[in-house]
């Protein structure tokens, strides 16, 4: 009798399935963009910066410029970057899944496989959303530690908190619909 460790050791044995290209466009122009507004926070930050706002947007939290630079540097690098990691539970621990039909797609090597890669371009979609947050996180505190109070614009504070959630809604309403239901794979 076939095990699920037999099924996912077959399965890391099969190629992986690329990512679809749109995805890694996606974080290229993320990246770029990340790298070009870290560019300009060295360059206009100054010594004192407003990092932590309350609810209205007043600057109730401030840093040295090397401490945001620090953060605007490791939250991508330790948290989204990796993010995408996390599809190989699906090949390595099948068990630990949590998604529609994961009897289906864990009862063959070839469906697993498949599985992985839906798994880690939802895990990179999550990851870009995220990342888009950081940036407009970055580039509020930039403009915050330009203006006269040290306060950060309600649009852009609310704004980018809502595009990322309606974002998040998306790729979770993609998730629970018809992304992982039966395919032909085999």
Not at 33 to 62: K, M
């Amino acid at each position: 009798m076939t095990t699920t460790r037999d099924i996912a050791a077959e399965a890391r044995g099969l190629p992986r399935e690329p990512t679809a290209p749109w995805i890694l466009v996606l974080m290229a122009v993320l990246t770029a963009a990340w790298l070009g507004i870290l560019a300009w926070q060295v360059a206009v930050l100054p010594d004192r910066v407003p990092t932590h706002f309350g609810a209205r947007g007043e600057a109730d939290g401030w840093s040295s410029k090397a401490g945001a630079l620090a953060f605007s540097v490791l939250l991508p690098v330790l948290v989204v970057f990796p993010m995408p990691l996390l599809s190989q539970l699906a090949v390595r621990w099948p068990a630990s899944i949590n998604a529609p039909n994961r009897d289906w797609w864990a009862a063959t090597a070839p469906r697993l496989r498949r599985f992985e890669r839906l798994v880690r371009e939802d895990l990179w979609l999550f990851a870009a959303l995220t990342f888009a947050l950081f940036l407009a996180i970055d580039v509020g505190i930039v403009v915050a530690a330009d203006s006269t109070d040290g306060n950060l614009s309600q649009a852009l504070l609310w704004g980018s908190l809502a595009l990322f959630l309606l974002g998040i809604g998306a790729v979770m309403a993609r998730m629970f619909g018809s992304r992982y239901a039966e395919q032909e794979i085999d």
